[in-house]
Each structure stands twice: as structure tokens, then as C-alpha cells.
């Protein structure tokens, strides 16, 4: 396995390396900040980038927010971006369900219906893309327990329950996850829907600590399913490669991947045959990780403010 | 492997049967009766044993009912039952906690304090093992959503929302399962709890379909603690063969397990080693299961009344 090359102070590398790519995907959480604390040099970082005419792309797995929602968080981190910057799960999952299934699944309608497990954020991203909806924030599934009634209309398949129009089942975090969610999902998805995830991370940092991720409304019905795994739309999955190509109609070669973590964003790059991918060493992975792991970019830095050293002086 | 015994209409070989074993255990559903449809013989059929001198016991993982709402749930189908032939996962679980885990993890208190997920049934057999809980049916865990204060407060391990003297998470069928439940457990175990769960059923047989099952409430934190699986009270687990064990003192010799699932009530039956395991064809499993199959019962009927035909004309 070949050895990354490290740039953190070679200005000539960091040159040629910035001439191979147009556009830097990023990872954001250990990338760009830490939790609450924005790096040193980050918004110095993205305006040179800008400024050299490159293309830059915020790439998150988080989908409770849509795009909007999500260049507001980079605004209140002191980031400036625009709404077309922004690549988020929810938006993938919104692209995916009305440009890519329609082509892998000609039997469903062109925009079939979705169930949704999650928060007003994919709401908002399938209405940008025209899709129909139900579930998610309806305020008639925010309840606990389930009654007698609930179970008879389930069983018999009552379309007052389980709409017929339904094609897509699509998860991604819900903090309103419940009990009758759960159920309407795994009846949908045996019913014939297809079972999508926006992404199934395990947990979801906050507060330095970690809580429960969109893995875990997933989870229940891969259980009650016997096994089976929803596709899912995040990262590292090439369904959100194939999205943001979708999107921007990229050069792969020509794009690079920056991250903090060897088995989601490196791999994501790796496996996505991107011209590069960047490690960084202010988030999870490590020298050690990204020298003699099993998944290791093509370049690392000690952080991403080294690229600053590219400028001619 | 061997093959199982047919005993329908076999008065000699069902008379030999009988006189093997004091104590039979029955699963419920698919055995006695099938959802609410009790079958025909099933009372005689227990009548009959217990005239005869043997104890019935009644196995369940259903861990949303105590053993007295389940004698209660027996009565309505019209089975006679006294509280004491009722062994359900909740109270298996009672007993694990109470009298086993002390012996196993001596560094607890002789009763840890038990973080619950479940309903009232887990709640009043810990009551009857005198084992402190709380989480469970408690109120102000009923609620949707996590606010900022529940990150803060969790992540700092603020003794108002994790009681530093839980030593145990229990996880069970929670119609009002949630978020926030969700995280407690999670940070409860990563604290040190041992994590059990009454029973893990991925599904939950009702009105004719099938919903989420007590295995839904475990299978999130599985996720999040990157695969570590509970330790299951219900069967097939013979934790719950030992905690029956731990209720009647019997001899396994001279039990038999009756039940219409190869894998669950057979496999707990011939884990066991007890005497004599019996497979009935009016539930899930097929008389190609019990002759061809990977886990076939010592002996078989086409339905429990079958048992009648031992009786002295």
C-alpha cells in the first residue's frame, strides 16, 4: 500500500497538490472545527481556496437539517456559505429518491411517495426536489404507545393508516422516533417499499459526549426484517457520491476529499475514485491511522490551515 | 441425528411418554391457541396432566405482563392458571438479577439499581424480587424529543438524569420506547451497567401481523455500542432455563418443553438437557422441521389434545 505524502510546510508540494483539483470536498466536525470551536485559519483556508478559483463542498452527514438550515450552522460558526455549497444526507437522499431510483426501479412512479423517520430537515430537501411525503414532523405520529385501533388498521392494511401510495421508506435521525413509526415502517417495507436510510451512523456527538445517530431508527427494522440493511445515503456510501455528481456534474479526477476520518471520509473518497483525498489530524484519525492503516489518503496535514503555506509569499 | 418419536394416536407410546416426566413447561401461542382462537382440547388436555400428577408451567416471553396479568390474560382465554405455573421473561429476568448476577459480579451491590426499558410487567416482578428500579413507566421520560438541557446534563453525568447507583440497564417491549431513553441506556452502559434484555424477539404477533418486538428496544444500543449484544432472559436463552430452574429446583430429567418452534422452544428445551422436548404442528413449525430439520424434538403431535388419547378408556 503506497505511503501518503505529507504537506504540512512544503510549499512546493502543497502547489503542485492544489493544482490537481478543482473542487475540495469537506468533512466538517474535525475538519473545519471541533465541536462549538471553530480552528484558527479555517475561514483564511476557504477564502484562499475560493480565491484560487476553486469549488469548495460541505459535506455532512447530518439530516435533521437541510441545506438552509445547515449554511445558517456554518454562518453561526463564522463560516460564510451559500445554500449551493452545502451537500447534506437529507439532500442526497432527496436526489437519490427522485433522479436515481426512477432509472434503478422503473415499476415505482417517477416520485413515489415517502415514508419519513426523521425531523423537518428532510422534509424540506424532498419538497426541493418535488418529491411527496408523509410521516416525518406529522404531528399525528408524535405520540407514545399505540392502541387497539392502531394494531386492527395496521393488520388489515387500512389506507387510513398505510397509504397505498407509499413507495420509499427513508430513516434518518428523529428525535420523535416511536413506537408506531417503527411499525408503519416495517409494514410499508414489507408491503414492497424500498428501504433507504439518510445515513446510519451509530451515534450523534453533542456536548462532547455522544448520543444516539440515524443508525439507530434503522436498526429496529433491519431486526424486524430479518437482516436487511437499508441503502443508505450518507457517507461513505457511493449513493452520496453518485448524488453530489448528480449535483454538480463533477471531474473526479479533479476533485479531492478532505477529511479527519480514514473509514468514512478517506474510504468515501478512496472508494468514490476521486484524483485525491486529504487527511487531516485535528479529528479522529491519526499519523499512525493514515500511514499504515488499512484505508490511507494521499496527502495528510497536520491541519488544514497548512494549506495556507501554498501562498506565494 | 435422531428422529423424533410420532405419538399421535400411539396410546402405549403416549402412556410411556407421561410417565417420563413431572413437570412439563408450554410455550403459549401456536401451542394452547393461536392468537385469540383457543384450540379445542387445550383445557381438557391440562387438566388431564394435572390429574395425573404433573406440574405445568407456562413459559413466555411476552415481558409487557407481570406473572398475575398474565394469569389474568390465561383466564380470559379460558385456561384455568395459578400465578405460580406462570414464568414470564420479566420475571426471569427478576430472578437473574436478584439471584444470580450477585454470584456473577460480586463487585455489585447484592441488588443494583436497574435502569428499565419496558412496560408495568418488568416494573412489578422487579417489585417482587425486591430489586430497586426506575426509568420504566416513570412519566417525565414519556416525552418526545431531547432539549439542550438533556445533552448538557447527560454528557456532564449529572446525577439528576444518570442515578449513579443503576448497575444494571434491562431492556423489554416499551410501547413508549424514545430518544431519550435511548441515550440513558447507552450512557448507563458505557458507565458500567451490565446490559440484559428480558427477551430479544424481533417481532411482536398481534391482531394477525406482526409489529416491533422486545429485540427493537436493544438492537439501537447494540448499534451504538458497536455490537455489544445483551444478555437475553427469554428463551431460547437458558438464563431463562436457569432462572426457572432457580424457581422450582426440578430435575431436568424428568422435564419436558412443549412448543411449536424448533428454533426457540425446542433449541431451549434441548440446550437445557432436559429429559424430553415435544413439538407440536398447530403453530410455526412443520413436521419437516421436526423430522429433517437442524433441531428436531425428542417426540411429536399434530396438536396437544393429542396427550388425551393416554387416557385409560
Not at 438552509?68 to 447534506?88: N, Q, R, S, W
Not at 480514514?262 to 487531516?280: P, R, S, W
Request: glycine share 10%; proline share 4%; charged share 25%.
Amino acid at each position: 500500500m503506497s505511503q501518503p505524502q505529507y504537506l504540512t510546510g512544503q510549499r512546493e508540494a502543497l502547489q503542485e497538490f492544489l493544482s490537481k483539483y478543482d473542487i475540495f470536498l469537506f468533512d466538517c466536525d474535525g475538519v473545519l472545527w471541533s465541536g462549538d470551536h471553530l480552528f484558527d485559519g479555517t475561514v483564511a483556508t476557504l477564502e484562499f481556496l475560493r480565491a484560487s478559483g476553486k469549488r469548495v463542498v460541505f459535506v455532512t452527514n447530518n439530516s435533521t437539517k437541510s441545506r438552509k438550515d445547515y449554511c445558517k450552522k456554518l454562518e453561526g460558526m463564522g463560516i460564510p456559505a451559500t445554500e449551493e455549497e452545502v451537500f447534506g444526507s437529507s439532500y442526497s437522499a432527496a436526489i437519490y429518491i427522485s433522479r436515481i431510483l426512477p432509472q434503478r426501479h422503473p415499476e415505482l412512479k417517477s416520485k413515489p411517495k415517502v415514508f419519513v423517520i426523521g425531523e423537518s430537515g428532510i422534509e424540506q430537501e424532498l419538497d426541493s426536489e418535488n418529491v411527496p411525503h408523509i410521516g416525518g414532523t406529522d404531528s399525528s405520529l408524535r405520540r407514545l404507545g399505540i392502541n387497539p385501533e392502531d394494531y386492527t388498521k395496521i393488520a388489515a392494511g387500512d389506507p387510513s393508516v398505510l397509504d397505498p401510495e407509499v413507495g420509499v421508506v427513508l430513516t434518518g435521525l428523529d428525535f420523535h422516533f416511536n413506537y408506531i413509526k417503527m411499525c408503519l415502517a416495517y409494514h410499508y417495507i414489507k408491503r414492497g417499499a424500498i428501504f433507504l436510510a439518510t445515513n446510519i451512523d451509530s451515534t450523534l456527538p453533542s456536548a462532547g459526549a455522544l448520543f444516539a445517530g440515524a443508525g439507530t431508527m434503522a436498526a429496529p427494522l433491519t431486526m424486524m426484517l430479518g437482516g436487511t440493511e437499508p441503502v443508505a445515503l450518507g457517507k461513505p456510501s457511493q449513493a452520496m457520491m453518485d448524488a453530489i455528481e448528480g449535483k454538480f456534474k463533477f471531474d473526479r479526477s479533479r476533485t479531492c476529499m478532505v477529511g479527519d476520518r480514514a473509514n468514512t471520509d478517506i474510504k468515501f473518497g478512496l472508494e468514490g475514485k476521486l484524483g485525491g483525498t486529504l487527511g487531516v489530524l485535528t479529528g479522529v484519525g491519526t499519523k499512525e491511522e493514515f500511514t499504515e492503516g488499512d484505508t490511507r489518503p494521499h496527502f495528510y496535514v497536520d491541519r488544514l490551515s497548512d494549506l495556507l503555506a501554498a501562498k506565494e509569499a
